[in-house]
Structure formats: C-alpha cells, structure tokens
C-alpha cells in the first residue's frame, strides 16, 4: 500500500492536489489522533472530474463490450482480495470498525459486490415488444445514463465504495464518488487499485471534500445524470431539492429506525443472540440496526435477564485489537450526539437500563467510545423512540398484542428494515406484509446481499439498490421502432 501520509484527489486516473491547495485532517477514532490529511475537493476540482468522468464515457470507458467491464470489475475484485489485510487495517484505523468484523464482514462483501456485478454486465437487456401495427418489429434497449455522482456515508466506508460504483459500473456509466469527511481512505485506496485492474482514466473518480461544497456542487451540476446518496433525511432533502433544477435522477438511502419485534414464542436464544448483532454491531451505527427492541410482555423478564449480560460482556477497545467486538464511534461529533440522546432520554423520563456513558478505560479514554445503552421507554412517542440515533443506543419497549407491534413498528417517519422472532409461520409472513419497510428480516436480522433489493418506504428514501432492481436506477429505456414491411402513413389526399 502507498504511503498514506497525505493523499490526493484521485481524478482522471491520477492523484492529484486541489487547485486551492487546501487539505483536511484524518483522525484515528481510538485516539483522536490525526495519521492523513487528504485534499480537499471544491467546485472547480469538481468540474475536472465531471469533464474526466465525461470524456471516459464518451471514449474509451463507453466503447468497452459489456464483457469487456465484466473482466476489469472482477480484476478489482481480485487485487482488493489479494490486498485484503491492508485494506482491512486501514478500514479498521480509519472507521472504527473492529478489524475481525472488517476481514469477515465489509471486505468479503466487498468482493462479493464486485463479483456479483461483474456477471451483471452481461445480463443488462432490453425487450421486444408485440406491436399493434402488421410489419413493425418494436424492441428496447437500456442503456447507460452517462455520469453518475455518488455520496456516500462514514458508517461502514470500504463496503459503501462496492456498494455504490459496482452497479454503475457494471451498467456502463462513469463515476464520480465524494466519500465523507472522516472515512476517505477506503475509496482512495480502491481508486488506486482500479488504476492497477487497468480502468480507463476518468471511468472511476473520487473526490474527498465538504457536502456543503463538494457535495452541493455535484448535486446541482448538469454535467451529472444521476446523483446517488446515502446518510440523513435532511441532507437527502437538500440534495432533492439541487437535483431539481436540472431533472437529475436522485437515488436515496436515507434513514431508518428499526423495529426488532419479539414475540411470546420467539426462540429466546436465538433472538437474543440476533438482537445483540442487530442493535451493536458497528457500534450501532447502521441504517438498518434494530434500534427498537419490541418485547412481548409474557417475555419481558426472560429476554432481559439473558440480554443484558450479553450487553454488559461486550468487549469494547481498539479497532485493532483481535478480540475488539465494539470500537470507538466514527468522530467525535458523533460521539457527542449519542451522548446527548442519553440527556434526551432522562428527560422524557425512560429508565437507562445499561449505558449511558463513556466507557471509563484508560484505553479508550482518547477516543469517541460510548458504552452500548439500553434503554426502558414505555412510550413509543417518546423522541428516543422515534428519531434515529444512529449509534450503541436501542429502546425496549413492552407490548401484549400482535396488532399494538404492528402499529407501534409502523408508527415512525421512517420504513428501512424491521425484524420479527417468532415461531409461527402465519404470523411470521402475516406480520411481515403489514410492516411498512422495504425489507423485513424474520428470525434474522440485518442480512444483506448484492441479489436482493435494498432500500426503504416513507422517508427512508427512494429507489433500491442491489439486485437487478439497481441495473433499473443505473439504466435508461430506448424504444427502437423498425418498419421492415410496413407502408409509412399518408396525409389524405
């Protein structure tokens, strides 16, 4: 891996410094050190890679056979498998992320996008439609958008990078990625290796920088023909509201608040074991966590006395660390908003079950951690129940009846994922077509693959990501009509 001591933009197939000159700092969040400063994109740094981006897909990035894209996709593939340690390492510095999650979660799904897409290339299709008119053959064809900008989030960086550029690629556009502020190193290093697959110069760009400037400019540009974002309602809004001027397509994952509904006939173990994934994993900063825990009341005690020892046995410590199983928050900003949750919560009177705090550790007491809180909150209106946290922070919450989950599961903004235990099979398929959530998880929670569609109902966002439902955001449809014995119609004489 290249040195990592100060790292350029990457646009048109080179590193390259930003016309201002302008930098910001990296910080590790175990120690709130500073390892990287990365160059700091603005509108005229933005416009390079729109032109790169442009000229890519106009030249030698368009003129590549579907097959073609396929090889250099799964290239990537290969050189990120083969580089994997390092890549893991650097998630894990950069992120937080405790690196035994990293090598077994985001950097073989990092592969798996890239593989999973490479066979897509060749499955991209049109139709022939029957036609009304004798002598007329009617068919389609999808084609490529052109310029696709992508901004994506902090939570979980390397994974995002393959979520977001794997299908536009493999549809045929180009790329242009602003990752966030505190996680750029993952999409600088998969740039880096998308030069040494052999992707032409301008086919993949990335510009690290603010979402105010950087952000905004890709946005509202209308040499972009799609914008792509993924983090909170209120920026996904003004990202609307910027595509608007000129007709871009929006794609949007935004955020979530989801339900973990467990019934009178769960399997205990096993829904204790799931829940604890669901609600922690990543220090719970995931879209899809299962951030409310809704606990039938006959269960209420038995779950309890099992989870929370489960809770409290939790190693929290160094991303590094091999045996780390929850690690700091991704900044330090972050860490103060959870923290400020808890002050919420006292406030509308729930009970802090576990948590609450900092961890008090001479090991993390430089870094953004917060311990995993529970938290008892009676009122499902409750702001704690209803605004997303984003963090180590879950709610439980009591109910008696099958129909007061479903509308206490249902009666929030937004519509994500939701998880159900049970272990009757009309309620388990009952339950999940009421949910109002683009994915519902039943005896499992927060599984995620590159074949299956991803993304929310009600301001959870718009569009769906993965599967072939994604090769429909990242393609457009050309009707080609051909009258091959059809006499062309006449003004009457």
Not at 214 to 238: N, W
């Amino acid at each position: 891996m290249t040195d990592l001591d100060e790292r350029g933009l990457f646009i048109g197939g080179a590193f390259v410094p930003a016309h201002s000159g302008a930098t910001f700092p990296v910080h590790n969040p175990h120690n709130d050190e500073v390892f990287v400063r990365v160059a700091e994109a603005r509108e005229d740094d933005v416009e390079d890679a729109i032109a790169a981006a442009r000229s890519a897909f106009e030249g030698p990035w368009g003129a590549l056979t579907p097959k073609e894209r396929g090889k250099l996709l799964l290239r990537l593939a290969r050189l990120i498998q083969d580089q994997g340690e390092s890549i893991a390492r650097l998630e894990a510095k950069n992120s937080g992320h405790p690196i035994r999650d990293v090598r077994r979660f985001d950097l073989v799904r990092t592969v798996d996008w890239f593989e999973y897409f490479a066979g897509m290339t060749t499955k991209i299709q049109g139709d022939v439609i029957p036609s009304s008119f004798r002598g007329v053959l009617n068919y389609t064809l999808r084609e490529p958008l052109g310029v696709v900008a992508q901004i994506v989030p902090w939570n979980f960086p390397l994974m995002f990078v393959a979520w977001n550029i794997a299908p536009a690629l493999a549809a045929g556009n180009t790329v242009i990625l602003k990752p966030a502020e505190y996680t750029p190193l993952s999409a600088l290093e998969i740039a880096r290796l998308t030069k040494e697959a052999g992707f032409p110069p301008g086919a993949v760009n990335v510009v690290p920088g603010k979402g105010s400037i950087a952000g905004a400019a890709l946005a509202r540009h209308p040499g972009v023909d799609k914008i792509c974002f993924t983090g909170s309602v209120e920026v996904g809004q003004q990202i609307m509201r910027e595509a608007a001027t000129n007709l871009k397509r929006p794609l949007l994952e935004l955020g979530g608040k989801g339900p973990n509904i467990i019934f009178d006939d769960a399997d205990l173990d096993a829904a204790v074991q799931g829940s604890l994934f669901a609600a922690f994993h990543n220090q719970g900063q995931a879209c899809i966590a299962g951030s409310r825990i809704l606990l039938h009341e006959s269960v209420w005690d038995k779950f309890l006395d099992a989870f929370l020892p489960r809770i409290r046995s939790l190693r929290i410590g160094d991303p590094l660390d091999e045996k780390t199983q929850m690690g700091p928050l991704t900044s330090k900003d972050h860490q103060k908003r959870v923290l400020e949750y808890v002050d919420v919560a006292k406030g509308e009177g729930a009970e802090i079950l576990y948590g609450g705090k900092r961890p008090d550790t001479p090991e993390t007491s430089r870094g953004y951690y917060v311990l995993p809180t529970l938290v008892r909150a009676e009122d499902p209106g409750m702001r704690i129940c209803q605004e997303e946290v984003f963090g180590p922070f879950i709610t439980v919450t009591p109910f008696a009846k099958e129909e007061e989950a479903v509308a206490i599961a249902n009666g929030v903004p937004y519509g994500l994922g939701a998880g159900l235990w049970t272990q009757n099979l009309r309620r388990a398929h009952g339950v999940a077509a009421q949910l109002r959530a683009g994915m519902v998880w039943i005896n499992s929670y927060k599984l995620v693959d590159p074949a299956s569609p991803f993304g929310g109902m009600k301001m959870s966002g718009i569009g769906r990501e993965m599967g072939f439902e994604t090769m429909r955001e990242y393609t457009q449809v050309k009707s080609v009509w051909v009258g091959y014995d059809f006499e062309p119609w006449r003004w009457p004489e």
